[in-house]
């Protein structure tokens, strides 16, 4: 199964998967809503089949409404003669109204093929989440990890609006090693999301249009504390190279990709767990590939390293 996961947001991991998640939330109690009015009978025809028409209604002992029906006038219908095609008259108007939402992915723009390369040194997830929070915390004190990718240079605007995967905009990290890693960090108090890429780049996602109003809300939930910055234990984290080598052949190769990502935050979880009964991971890792023709996803616990999610079972 490919995964194309997106913002949206969204991007990111099977957000369809996890409809089959047994700890998924209970859906929303539906609203009732009003009975569409009925159409006028055209002249010359007659409403409902035994000849009357509704205007109200009264209670009956069951406790359904019965109608209470009033004679429509008598009308003359004329029968076509026989063998005379029957032609429908009158116009057949559609009142329906249809209205197109605005949503982030209306406003990212569409990637263009991508041949540039980082050039910098090949470090592992960590060590550039260590390198580059210093940066989102010096913008935003209160700065909250999103996703950390290796991304194509030059593409970090379209990170959160953008499938794992796409060759355009991710790059591969061979062993659990990138060039370009790139932060995603929100700040509650703030209510705004920036990008800061190991290249030099910074981007503010808000100024961009590129965070919808719901994510920027899940950051700023008690929830979401646990993914402060400035409090984040490093140590407490499996590190991207050790996902690598968990996943075996899978992430061998120079296609494979990895990223660490707050999946509840972003709107994709609550992931499965690895454990009956246990928590489910507020920081995870994606598995994926940015060859179009390969399938791949498998998602693993950020702390425990072990799979929670697998495209292959």
């Known amino acids: ?59 009956t002992p069951g406790g359904d409404l019965e109608p209470t029906r009033m004679p429509l006038p008598e009308a003359t219908a004329v029968m076509p003669a026989e063998g005379t095609p029957v032609t429908p008259t009158g116009t057949i108007v559609d009142a329906a109204t249809m209205v197109v939402p605005t949503s982030v992915a209306d406003t990212v723009p569409t990637a263009t093929p991508v041949t540039a390369t980082s050039t910098g040194d090949a470090v592992t997830a960590l060590q550039a989440l260590e390198a580059l929070r210093g940066k989102a915390l010096k913008e935003m004190p209160d700065a909250r990890l999103a996703m950390l990718v290796n991304s194509k240079p030059a593409q970090e605007k379209i990170l959160l609006g953008t499938s794992l995967g796409d060759p355009n905009v991710h790059a591969p990290t061979p062993g659990g090693m990138g060039r370009n890693w790139t932060l995603i960090a929100v700040s509650p ?8 890429s190991l290249d030099g780049t910074t981007v503010d996602l808000t100024a961009e249009n590129q965070v919808p109003d719901e994510v920027l809300a899940n950051f700023g939930s008690p929830g979401a504390a646990a993914l402060d910055l400035s409090t984040l234990d490093l140590k407490s984290l499996a590190d991207s190279s050790a996902i690598a080598q968990a996943a075996g052949e899978r992430a061998a190769g120079t296609s494979p990709g990895i990223a660490l990502f707050a999946p509840e935050a972003l709107g994709i979880g609550p992931l499965p767990t690895p454990e009956a009964g246990g928590p489910s991971p507020q920081l995870a890792y994606e598995l994926f590939s940015t060859d179009p023709a390969t399938q791949l996803f498998v998602i693993f616990d950020a702390k425990t390293g072990d799979v929670v999610l697998d495209s292959g079972t």
């Open 1 to 59: 199964m490919k995964l194309r996961a997106t913002v949206p947001v969204f991007l990111l991991i099977g957000l369809l998967v996890l409809a089959g998640c047994d700890n998924s939330p209970a859906p929303a109690t539906p609203t009732s809503t009003a009975a569409p009015a009925r159409k006028q009978p055209q002249s010359g025809g007659t409403t409902e089949a035994s000849g009357t028409a509704t205007t109200g209604g009264t209670a």
């Open 189 to 196: 108090s703030q209510k705004r999301a920036m990008a800061f």
